[in-house]
């Protein structure tokens, strides 16, 4: 079977209302087609990459892509899990969770998006706590670190809720212009501090080599 091959395929994250999983086949279509629906506002721009202002064609392609390019570039030193998200069985965003040399650093990276029409339900909330949750209950992480424009308040807002403490600005030119990214750093004992969504982790185990970590 393929997962024996590529353990990850099989890790699936559950919350009260979610489920969390790599998408294949026509799960990773509904993802394309959510992306060209819509993330946000036209006048708005949430990302330091402006992927989303593509024509449709190309934004739907380009997601494919950078799913499919992150699994192929996979290795235990610096690995991107992408997972899409799903709320009774229908995709409404992905969820990321990054590491780079995580079995020394202890340290990862988030990032996710969701469709427009299911945000402020806070979905947002509850897929990052999940993928914080398989980071330091699953992976024994130390620290996790996000960032969102100044000008998105319901991302930083995501942040604070989970237990973030500010971690210095980064100035990005986006379409041109200034755009001014709060970094957004947690603690493994301000997110046990704050943890408040229950999670389960299947297929965990079978992954740790790929992660970086020794499953004995």
């Not at 993330?39 to 739907?60: G, Y």
């Not at 390019?69 to 899990?81: F, I, Y």
Request: aromatic share 8%.
């Amino acid at each position: 079977m393929l997962v024996d091959h590529f353990p990850p395929l099989g890790l699936l994250l559950r919350t009260p209302r979610l489920e969390l999983r790599i998408p294949t086949g026509e799960a990773l279509a509904d993802l394309a087609d959510l992306a060209v629906d819509g993330i946000h506002p036209p006048e708005t721009m949430p990302f330091v990459f402006p992927w989303t202002d593509q024509p449709p064609a190309e934004l739907a392609r380009d997601v494919l892509r950078h799913h499919w390019r992150h699994l192929a570039n996979w290795t235990p030193q610096n690995w991107s899990l992408l997972l899409a998200v799903f709320r009774d069985g229908t995709v409404v965003g992905q969820q990321a969770l990054s590491g780079r040399e995580f079995a020394t650093s202890r340290e990862v990276t988030t990032g996710s998006w969701l469709g427009q029409r299911y945000q402020g339900q806070g979905i947002g909330t509850e897929m990052r706590a999940a993928a914080l949750h398989l980071a330091f209950a699953g992976l024994g992480a130390e620290a996790a670190i996000s960032g969102a424009f100044t000008d998105n308040p319901a991302s930083l807002a995501v942040s604070r809720k989970l237990g973030y403490q500010p971690d210095g600005i980064s100035r990005h030119a986006v379409r041109g212009e200034l755009a001014i990214e709060q970094r957004m750093r947690l603690s493994r004992q301000n997110w046990e501090r704050h943890r408040s969504i229950d999670v389960t982790i299947e297929g965990l185990e079978p992954c740790l080599p790929l992660f970086g970590l020794d499953d004995g």
